[in-house]
Structure formats: structure tokens, C-alpha cells
């Protein structure tokens, strides 16, 4: 079968479906991902076919990364400025990719491809969609941590069944937001539809919930097709995932270090979060690995103590392993790997799905959680002194790992889609 997937935003967004695209070419697929241009040199080095779509993403935009992340207003301009003004260039690519070479079988998508409902009622082409985390079915049995009001997540902590009032809040001041979808629709000649942000983004057929339900378990106002599958693990670099001979060597001959990490994004919009990380480990007396990323302008300014490793990039399933605690910024692709690897770890969210993924692992007993303003040494030390020498946290965190590990999210995801194209 010919499989297109299609999703925006980082590499934590795309290395899922790369994960699910090998497993289904290994079982005799023709999986096609259709993301933006900048994904293209990971991809096609796979023997993955490659299919762009608008809008065009900047690997390197400090300035789209910093306004997206702005824990105020980043989801609503993200959406606003980048997203929906590029709704007809997403639709008539995404169009172009399921159409070619035969037309493909199934169309999968992500819930910020909002081109790809219109599109598969447009070509009846059967769909399935996914979620990376809990945050995206915004529960009200289960309400999410909204970023830009932190003030309601303490409220539904003391007040019990205030979730359908965050739920109706959330609908609110989002209910303009996606009038480009509407207009589209309407030049299509198709009718108003659901709620692209929290309804029509969810596939009538099948919903995979790509990740553990050790971070959120199943709700009943979740889509009743829903498919907790387990986190989908994908780390390479255009299939590399080797460490590097020095990187390797350094945690190979000393003690368990911190692992300072901004995953893919927040990586490029930084803050002093590098500087303060250095002076954490000096404070703490703990060998420790920054993961910097490849602007220069994030390295230390200052000469590091030879227990202080500065690299680029390493995956996370070659050198999460060796770490004592890890210190990352809430991302879920960062998050399911900490997990898997049984360690602690210290958030400090940025904006999006980052600050509920914070919230949950935390009730799980496997982190602390620290705001990104309150985040320099001595804060950052406290916190990791408490995860460094309460066992509890350890403890957890390789009970978790036990039932994180026994499950096989690309098997469970593949299989579901194979019995979906079976049925249609």
C-alpha cells in the first residue's frame, strides 16, 4: 500500500512518522512523508520518498522559533502567521502528493496538517490521524496545562471538575483563530465543518496516540477510536546514530553525567540556559554533557572544566543510558526517551504541549519542574540536588522505564494502520 504522512513543526514532530515509515517499507509499503522542504536531507538518505509542502520551515529562523515559543502568545501567532496563511499552498501540495504515482491508499496525519482533512474529503481517500501527547485531546476529565495561563492549572488542582470550564475557555479564545480553514472550505465548495483545532483534526476512523499510557491514560471524551500505541522512537540523522569517538569515551571512563539538552527547536532560542547549565555542574561537583546544537553562539563563553562535555547533537537512545538526571525542556520526543532511559529529569517547559508533559511527569514521581524565567544555577542546582539524592526519584523513574520499555508503539501504530486498509 502507498501511505502518505503528513505533519509540521520540529524534528521531535517528524522523527515519529520516519520510525513508522521504516517499519512499514521493511513490511512491503510504499510510505511517502510529505512535510516541509526542510526535513528533505533526513529523509530521502532513508529510502523514504519525500513529498513537500508549504509552508517552508527555516531550520535556522531564531527570530519564527522565539516568537512560536513565546509562552504567551506562541500558539496563536504560530497558528495565525505561519500556519493558516499558507492553508491553500498546504492543500494543494498535500493534494499533489496523495495524487501522484497512482494515488496513494491512506493518508496519516498530524494534528497541525490542517490541510489533509479537506483534503481526504475532497479524494475520499480513507485517514487516520495522531497525537504525540496527552495535551492534544484536551480533556476535560483530564485538562491540559494551558501555557499562557498557568494560574487555571492550579485551580483545577484545587477545585475538581473545572476541566469542562478550561475546555470551553480554550474553544473561546481560539474561536476566530481559523477562519483561513473556513474560507478554504467554503472556495471548495464544502461545508463549515468541525473545529479545526480541537475537532476535524481527529480522523473519524482511527486516532493513534502515539505515546506511553504511563503520560496519560485514556479519557472518555477522547475519540472513541483511539489507539494508545506507546512512544514511537526515531533518533537517527539520516539513519546515523552512532556517538562520537570522543563523546563516547568521555562516558565511558568517569561517573553518570548530567545531560543538558533543548531538543531540536528550543534549541535555537537558548537564553542563558547553556551558561547557567555549566555553572550548575560546577556547583554540584557532577561531570555533565551540553547538547548545544550547532550555533556556535550557544557554547560557553568561558573556558569548561574538562568534566564539562560540549557537543553538537547525540542521539538520545546511545547517550540518555549513561546520564545520572536529565535537564531538557519538556518536549515529548525528549521526554519519552528520558523515560525509556530510567532516569530523572529536570523540566523547564517552554511553551506549547512542553509545560503539561512538565506537569505529568512530575506525577509520576520522576521529575522536578522549573519555569524557564526561575531557571539559573543556584535554582537549577536546588532542584537537582533534591532528584540527585532522593532515591524516590530513581526509583520511579526505572519503574516507569519497565513499563515504557514493554511497549512497542511502531508495532502497535503499524498494525493499526494495516488493519485500517484492510477494513476500508
Not at 492534544?136 to 476529565?141: D, G, K, L, P, V
Not at 472550505?185 to 483545532?197: A, F, Q, V
Not at 556517538?243 to 568517569?254: A, D, N, R, S, T
Request: hydrophobic residues 40%.
Amino acid at each position: 500500500m502507498r501511505i502518505v504522512f503528513s505533519t509540521f513543526g520540529t524534528f521531535g514532530d517528524v522523527n515519529p512518522l520516519i520510525g513508522l515509515a521504516l517499519e512499514l517499507k521493511r513490511r512491503g509499503h510504499t510510505p511517502v512523508l510529505a512535510v516541509p522542504e526542510m526535513f528533505r536531507e533526513k529523509i530521502e538518505p532513508l529510502g523514504i520518498e519525500f513529498a513537500p509542502v508549504r509552508p517552508d520551515q527555516d531550520p535556522h529562523d531564531k527570530r519564527l522559533v522565539a516568537m512560536i515559543y513565546d509562552i504567551k502568545h506562541g500558539t496563536e501567532r504560530g497558528l495565525r502567521e505561519f500556519l493558516f496563511p499558507s492553508i491553500r499552498e498546504s492543500y494543494e501540495d498535500l493534494m499533489a502528493a496523495v495524487s501522484a504515482k497512482g494515488g496513494a491508499d491512506l493518508l496519516v496525519a498530524g494534528e497541525l496538517a490542517y490541510a489533509a482533512p479537506i483534503v481526504a474529503e475532497k479524494t475520499g481517500i480513507p485517514w487516520a490521524s495522531y497525537v504525540l501527547a496527552p495535551f492534544s485531546f484536551f480533556s476535560a476529565y483530564d485538562p491540559p496545562v494551558l501555557p499562557p495561563y498557568p494560574l487555571l492549572a492550579k485551580v483545577q488542582a484545587i477545585v475538581p471538575g473545572t476541566g469542562q470550564v478550561v475546555a470551553r475557555f480554550a474553544r473561546y479564545v481560539t474561536r476566530k483563530w481559523p477562519e483561513p480553514v473556513y474560507a478554504l472550505r467554503r472556495e471548495l465548495g464544502l461545508p463549515h465543518g468541525k473545529d479545526p483545532i480541537f475537532d476535524a483534526k481527529h480522523s473519524e476512523r482511527l486516532v493513534l496516540a502515539l505515546f506511553s499510557g504511563a503520560l496519560g491514560e485514556p479519557q472518555k471524551d477522547w475519540p472513541k477510536q483511539t489507539r494508545v500505541t506507546g512512544f514511537v522512537y526515531y533518533d537517527g540523522d539520516a539513519g546515523e546514530r552512532n556517538l562520537v569517538p570522543e563523546l563516547k569515551q568521555f562516558l565511558e571512563e568517569g561517573s553518570a553525567p548530567l545531560v543538558f539538552t533543548l531538543g531540536s527547536a528550543a534549541v535555537l532560542d537558548p537564553g542563558n540556559f547553556y551558561e547557567e547549565s555549566a555553572r550548575v555542574a560546577e556547583e554540584l561537583g557532577q561531570r555533565a554533557v551540553l547538547l548545544v546544537g550547532h550555533d556556535a553562539a550557544n557554547r560557553p563563553k568561558r573556558r569548561l572544566p574538562e568534566n564539562i562535555f560540549v557537543a553538537d547533537y547525540a542521539p538520545y537512545s546511545r547517550i540518555l543510558p549513561f546520564a545520572s538526571a536529565v535537564i531538557h525542556q519538556g518536549g515529548v520526543g525528549t521526554t519519552a526517551q528520558t523515560l525509556r532511559a530510567g532516569k530523572p529529569m529536570l523540566v523547564m517547559p517552554y511553551s506549547h504541549d512542553q509545560p503539561d508533559n512538565a506537569r505529568r511527569v512530575r506525577r509520576l514521581g520522576v521529575a522536578e519542574v522549573i519555569g524557564r524565567p526561575h531557571y539559573n544555577a543556584r535554582t537549577a542546582a536546588k532542584s537537582l540536588r533534591a532528584l540527585l539524592e532522593d532515591r524516590s526519584y530513581a526509583e520511579s523513574a526505572a519503574a516507569i522505564a519497565e513499563e515504557v520499555r514493554a511497549e512497542d508503539g511502531v508495532f502497535a501504530a503499524c498494525d493499526a494502520l494495516e488493519s485500517l486498509l484492510a477494513g476500508k
